[in-house]
């Protein structure tokens, strides 16, 4: 136990990780917010910790963030409702994810696959 708890991360906000990946990508939020296509006040309240968004909502964030797939987990798995990735169609996101995929190239392989959209 004092192995595992010595090297567990500790947890950190959904909003703090997107924070700190807008600093490491020097991407500006303003920008993700447009290219997830999220209503710019909702977007604003992800990035501040304002609102908790849904799984479909944060995989938006992921694919206008250019996140891997390592990057996007770990967003998925912050302390929010949020699932991380399993199922059949989180198969195509991973790919997606793994293969440097537009937020548009994702949907049109869901759609492809008959899954339901990201959005």
């Known amino acids: 136990d004092g ?3 010595d090297r567990t991360e500790p947890a950190i906000t959904l909003a703090s990780y997107l924070q ?3 600093d490491e990508k020097h991407l500006k939020r303003v920008q993700v917010v447009r290219m997830a296509d999220l209503n710019e006040t909702f977007g604003y309240q992800i990035f501040t910790g304002a609102r908790h968004p849904g799984r479909d909502k944060v995989l ?3 694919f206008a963030m250019a996140l891997s797939l ?3 987990n770990r967003a998925l798995a912050t302390p929010t409702p949020v699932a991380r990735l399993q ?6 996101i991973i790919y997606c994810l793994d293969k440097g995929c537009s937020l548009q190239k994702v949907n049109e392989e869901l759609y492809r696959f008959g899954e339901r959209t990201i959005c």
């Open 3 to 5: 192995f595992l708890r």
């Open 20 to 22: 700190q990946l807008l």
């Open 60 to 62: 938006q964030i992921c």
């Open 70 to 72: 390592r990057e996007a």
């Open 87 to 92: 199922e059949q169609a989180d198969a195509i």
